[in-house]
């Protein structure tokens, strides 16, 4: 339970979960289980009131090119009405990946297909509203594949798009996925496909809300795909003004690592990833390095094996960038 400004704060959860917890605690008689006696254990029917400390929430600081230049956060939301991304990256090739599964099970429609081009369309409009430079027009048109053959189809993908786009000395910068549901691995699997194969920044979307857009929706996405490909959404105002401790008074690099596992299936590699800053003073935009690993591990694998190199180049890089005869690292 949340306390502020004497005001209860519950979540959605936390409203349900509640009573069902109390419930249970007086219908099972907790407080009168002879072993809890036996060794002294008090189970109490109200939960426990525990005062918590709130972080005054950072403000933002905006591009310049829109009407609201800062922002300071309300309960942890954010509004980018009429707000510019801070710093984006050009965008030029939009690529479009359609899942098929059991959603349009093995029939293809052009309703469909116009669909998700439209979807696609938008979005790409979406993007340049924030001040990103993106092509309205996808580089490779939408294909389909059934769950089974996402390895198969994303490699020809692939492959097709750098046939086509090398005479043109392109690349293929972005791959949207439009997912059926939420339901088994193949989240988990085209991640590990196309960051840890392929090399591709790919973006999944549901296509429940491809096939009901909402600017909101939109707006959200297009703030990930900014992040992913180099971009930031926002700066700190403090770290601008040089008021972080321990990062603001001399040339910082910040490095986190962490390792996230499949909730359901123990067979599936887990995905690993470090990430470190790269633009002190603002260290808002992050270098990372993604692998797959044994399932379940909760240690990064080979760290100082593997990635060392990386890591070295992340720390070169940034000693090249600021020339600083001393820098510190801040890890987790």
């Known amino acids: 339970m949340l306390l502020e400004h004497g005001l209860d704060l519950f979540t959605s959860w936390e409203i349900k979960i509640i009573p069902c917890c109390r419930q249970t605690v007086h219908h099972n008689s907790y407080h009168a289980d002879r072993y809890a006696q036996e060794f002294g254990i008090k189970i109490y029917e109200k939960p426990a009131s525990v005062e918590a400390r709130f972080l005054p929430a950072p403000w933002l600081k905006y591009h310049d090119a829109g009407r609201g230049k800062s922002c300071l956060p309300h ?8 707000k510019n991304a801070t710093t984006t990256t050009d965008y030029p090739d939009l690529a479009t990946f359609f899942s098929e599964s059991v959603l349009f099970v093995n029939d293809f429609k052009e309703s469909e297909d116009h669909q998700a081009h ?38 020809m993908r692939y492959h097709d798009a750098v046939t086509k786009l090398r005479p043109q000395q392109k690349k293929l910068d972005l791959l949207i996925v439009i997912l059926p549901d939420r339901s088994g691995s193949l989240y988990g699997d085209l991640k590990r496909i196309c960051e840890t194969q392929l090399g591709i920044v790919s973006q999944c979307c549901l296509a429940k809300h491809v096939f009901r857009i909402r600017r909101h929706y939109l707006a959200n996405v297009a703030l990930k795909i900014n992040v992913k490909v180099g971009g930031r959404n926002t700066l700190l105002v403090d770290a601008l003004s040089r008021r972080i401790p321990l990062v603001s008074d001399r040339p910082t690099i910040i ?31 992050y270098a990372a390095l993604v692998c797959a690993q044994a399932p379940r591990q909760k240690l990064v694998q080979d760290l100082y094996k593997t990635w060392w190199n990386d890591t070295v180049n992340f720390f070169l890089a940034f000693y090249g960038k600021f020339f600083s005869s001393y820098v ?5």
């Open 75 to 82: 309960v942890g939301r954010l509004n980018m009405m009429n």
């Open 118 to 155: 439209s979807f696609c369309v938008e979005l790409a409009q979406t993007c340049c509203i924030f001040g990103m430079v993106f092509n309205s027009e996808p580089a490779i048109p939408v294909i389909s594949a059934r769950p089974d053959q996402v390895e198969k189809v994303l490699n």
């Open 255 to 285: 490095f986190g690592a962490d390792v996230t596992h499949h909730p359901e299936e123990d067979s599936i590699p887990s995905i690993a990833a470090v990430v470190a800053s790269q633009d002190w003073l603002e260290v808002t935009k």
């Open 328 to 332: 510190r690292l801040v890890r987790p």
